[in-house]
């Protein structure tokens, strides 16, 4: 069930990416994915994570759409290396 509940948390943010969202949008909308994922996250990833989000919210912060493009890729490969991480186990 856990690795359902973050695939499907996946899933309803990569939809939401569509072109219709801007930028923005997308690199905010990864960062409350994994906000609602966190009880998801395996606890040997925990710190990785934390330093990936601190590293998008720093991103996404400067306000340029280099720094939204870095917060969006930085965000989806936290998103998918959780999500990987769990594909092994139960």
């Excluded at 994915?33 to 330093?51: L, R, S």
Aim: aromatic share 2%; charged share 25%.
């Amino acid at each position: 069930m856990n690795r359902s509940v973050l695939l499907g948390l996946f899933v309803t943010a990569s939809l939401m990416a569509s072109p219709s969202f801007a930028a923005e949008d997308l690199c905010a909308v990864n960062l409350k994915t994994i906000e609602n994922g966190k009880a998801q996250i395996p606890p040997e990833m925990a710190d990785q994570v934390k330093a990936s989000v601190e590293q998008a919210k720093a991103d996404q912060a400067k306000g340029t759409k280099e720094g939204t493009d870095d917060c969006i890729a930085e965000t989806n490969d936290i998103i998918k290396a959780v999500s990987d991480s769990k594909k092994g186990g139960k």
